[in-house]
């Protein structure tokens, strides 16, 4: 089955210093993965997406992770924190292939991360 | 509209009573899904609509919980004889055909719902 981890639920970084979240997979096909942005009452947003053309995926808001297939891993980054990243952060994986034909999402647990000045 | 839309936005409710929640896709998007978010949990699959249809129901957590989706657009959640445990934040979120793997699901605000 298809699943993904998010490591740490609590991220806490300073101002301009180096954003890394850290997300692994479980796949028993090649995954689809995805980065999504929850800001505080509002809905989710589209980060970035893996979608097997290049391992490492430039999204919005300066955001980048890179798949790594050696280390089931898809960890998102960006250089320089800003205050405005204050936000939830979820990693999700397609089950398309075993979900019926659908694009079945599974999410991880997210990660809260904190930014301060 | 641009985006995803769901109301009520916040809903108190008292412990056995029925609501419903709602959701409009964006226009043109044949896929809807619903999914729930409880304090400190990820988003769990509740339900999945192509069209008016929903192939996949195996996330809804009782029967106390249905959806129906009509004119392929709008869809209402409804969750009978409410208990405590379903306060969550409910999210509908819609993508244009649901059947490429990497294809972007587009959330709405969520509902917060409250059982008193």
């Known amino acids: 089955a298809q699943s993904v981890t998010q490591l740490g639920s609590h991220v806490s970084v300073s101002e301009g210093a180096l954003v890394l979240l850290r997300c692994n997979y479980s796949s028993s096909v090649p995954p689809y993965l995805f980065w999504y942005v929850q800001y505080p009452n509002q809905g989710l947003q589209l980060l970035l997406k893996y979608t097997s053309a290049a391992t490492l995926v430039k999204g919005i808001n300066g955001f980048e992770a890179e798949f790594k297939k050696s280390e089931t891993s898809f960890h998102l980054t960006k250089p320089s924190a800003h205050m405005s990243d204050a936000a939830e952060y979820f990693c999700a994986v397609s089950v398309l292939p075993f979900s019926g034909g659908y694009n079945k999402l599974i999410f991880g647990a997210g990660t809260r991360l904190a930014v301060h000045p | 509209g641009a985006g995803v839309s769901q109301s009520p936005s916040n809903k108190v409710t008292e412990k056995g009573k029925d609501v419903e929640l709602r959701c409009d896709p964006i226009s043109g998007h044949t896929a809807l899904y619903w999914y729930r978010q409880s304090l400190g949990q990820g988003l769990e699959f509740l339900i999945y609509?192509?069209?008016?249809?929903?192939?996949?129901k195996s996330g809804l957590p009782s029967d106390r919980f249905s959806a129906e989706r009509t004119g392929g657009s709008v869809s209402t959640l409804t969750i009978q004889r409410t208990q405590q445990e379903d306060s969550a934040v409910y999210l509908c979120?819609?993508?244009?055909?649901?059947?490429?793997?990497?294809?972007?699901?587009?959330f709405g605000p969520g509902t917060r719902l409250l059982v008193l």
């Open positions: 609509f192509q069209g008016n249809s929903a192939p996949d």
């Open positions: 979120a819609s993508s244009l055909t649901g059947t490429g793997a990497t294809e972007t699901q587009y």
